[in-house]
């Protein structure tokens, strides 16, 4: 049998192994940051701005005055000597770029770094990229012939470009390279421009901050204005509803209560000489009180269903709407007032929208009553034709005494707004022959 081996210490749980594998790691961290820093740096933050015509304007504007300024600045400082003091009672001469090759290249450096700004807000990183490196190109006898471009092509960088992480990785690059370009000798601004430097972010930031105001105070306008829409329009929706709420409660109140006064006085009239046709008349007046609770019912349930707790009591008690299939009923309870009532329907009957059909149903109910109140006596024939495009309701009578008493004309707006809804219409009117019709034309849906 041979001899145990021994486990090596240094196996794969410790030993010299772990500092080379925490390096790779560490390595291996350091490069996914440094693949998605450069990956997020070429992505932008935002849309692209997209300026207006004005703004392209002015930027050309002053791409071609300061163009103007530094060519003419150029050209008048070839084969010119600057001297200045180094020292006390020290001076020394400081040559400019001379003769043809001089003046191009200042021309070309002035051309290239100012005319770029006419893009400095659709392409601001390379704008910046462009004025850098014509600064950093121009001699530094004559600095301040690419420095004013660069100051403003580091601004519109900074307030434009939509790859912040480039951005602001670029800046300081090129803020640093230029500002260690120049020395104590040829400073880049003269001291008499020192105070325009100073006052003109002052003016720039005054600008800004009073259109800042400016905006302001439109937001709020505009924000006010739209506020008053809002409660307007809010206004008008809860007079829609009021209408509306009216309206139905008109239709179930107006017709219930015309039958049972009629019902009750032929009551009154007869309860002596014939008591059982009074006992009937009456029963008709509890049916009648009856079916106009069960519908004010179901109007008030829908105004308070809610609220949980009690919503779902009054909801368990709520009937449907009433539709074309019920005109039967309602036909039934007009012919126990007294008054001759014949139903027709023709066409193929087929389902319609409830609210639809609510309102054929109401078209039928308004002008029964107004027969009970104003046409006693009369005969009344209701029509009911469904079509292939349309749905025709039409209510005539012969005319009679008057019976309730009078109405106000409410009943029948209601009926037009309230087909109004689904583009149908209503024709009223008094017939050659005596008596009245109305008739609700209302377009279907092709099946």
């Known amino acids: 049998m041979g001899m145990p081996v021994e486990a090596d210490p240094a196996g794969p749980r410790g030993g010299h192994n772990e500092p080379v594998t925490d390096a790779r ?73 001379s003769g043809l090759g001089g003046l191009v290249l200042m021309v070309t450096l002035a051309v290239v770094a100012s005319g770029a700004l006419a893009l400095r807000r659709r ?137 049972m006064i009629i019902q009750a006085g032929a009551a009154r009239k007869i309860m002596k000489t014939s008591p059982e046709q009074a006992g009937e008349a009456l029963l008709a007046v509890e049916a009648g009180g009856r079916a106009a609770m069960t519908e004010l019912r179901h109007v008030m349930g829908l105004l308070t269903m809610t609220d949980e707790g009690e919503g779902t009591d009054t909801a368990a008690e709520l009937t449907p709407q009433p539709g074309l299939n ?50 006693s006596g009369a005969f009344a024939a209701v029509t009911v034709e469904y079509g292939p495009r349309r749905l025709r309701v039409e209510v005539t009578d012969t005319g009679g005494r008057p019976g309730a008493g009078t109405g106000s004309g409410r009943g029948l707006i209601g009926l037009r707004e309230r087909l109004a809804v689904y583009d149908a219409t209503l024709n009223t009117g008094r017939r050659l022959t005596g008596g009245y019709r109305v008739e609700a034309l209302i377009p279907l849906e092709t099946p």
């Open 326 to 375: 019920q005109l039967e009923a309602l036909v039934g309870r007009v012919r126990d007032t007294g008054l001759r009532v014949d139903l027709t329907v023709t066409g193929l009957p087929r389902p319609l929208p409830p609210g639809l059909e609510l309102a054929a149903y109401r078209v039928v109910q308004e002008a029964l009553t107004n027969t009970v109140k104003h046409a």
């Open 25 to 97: 790691l560490t390595s291996a961290r350091l490069r996914g940051a440094v693949r998605r820093t450069v990956h997020d740096a070429r992505l932008p933050s935002g849309p692209p701005l997209r300026p207006t015509r004005r703004a392209r304007q002015f930027d050309a504007l002053v791409a071609l005055g300061l163009g103007i300024a530094t060519v003419y600045y150029g050209v008048d400082n070839v084969d010119n000597v600057v001297v200045r003091e180094i020292a006390p009672g020290v001076e020394h001469a400081f040559p400019r770029p």
């Open 123 to 259: 392409y601001p990183l390379a704008v910046l990229c462009v004025a850098t490196a014509a600064t950093l190109a121009t001699p530094q006898s004559v600095l301040r012939l690419t420095f004013y471009a660069f100051v403003i092509a580091v601004y519109s960088a900074a307030v434009y470009s939509p790859y912040r992480v480039a951005t602001l990785a670029a800046l300081p690059v090129s803020v640093v390279l230029v500002g260690t370009s120049g020395n104590s000798l040829t400073p880049i601004v003269p001291n008499e421009y020192i105070a325009l430097l100073i006052l003109a972010p002052m003016a720039v930031a005054a600008v800004g901050l009073r259109t800042w105001k400016l905006r302001t105070d439109e937001g709020r306008t505009r924000l006010s204005a739209l506020e008053r829409e809002q409660a307007q329009a809010l206004r008008r929706a809860v007079e829609h509803e009021r209408a509306r709420i009216a309206r139905e409660l008109h239709d179930v109140v107006t017709h219930n209560v015309s039958v």
